[in-house]
């Protein structure tokens, strides 16, 4: 599965256009695993702990 999605920087006087997409989203029951690629790439862990929920970035 893969969802793209479009990029936009607004600079003051030019704007920077990139693609990007979500290339896997996988379910491991307590937690999800999210990796998202554009100029570069990043690994994300979303889930839900007793007191509230939490995001994890992944150092690469």
């Known amino acids: ?3 793209n999605f479009n990029c936009k920087l607004d600079l ?3 704007v920077e256009k990139w ?3 979500i290339s ?3 379910a491991y029951g307590s937690h ?24 994890c970035i992944q150092q690469q």
């Open 24 to 26: 896997k989203i996988e």
């Open 1 to 3: 599965m893969s969802i």
């Open 32 to 55: 999800y695993e999210i990796r998202i690629e554009s100029r570069s790439g990043i690994t994300v862990l979303v889930g839900k702990s007793a007191s509230s929920n939490f995001a």
């Open 19 to 21: 693609n990007g997409r």
């Open 12 to 14: 003051d006087d030019k």
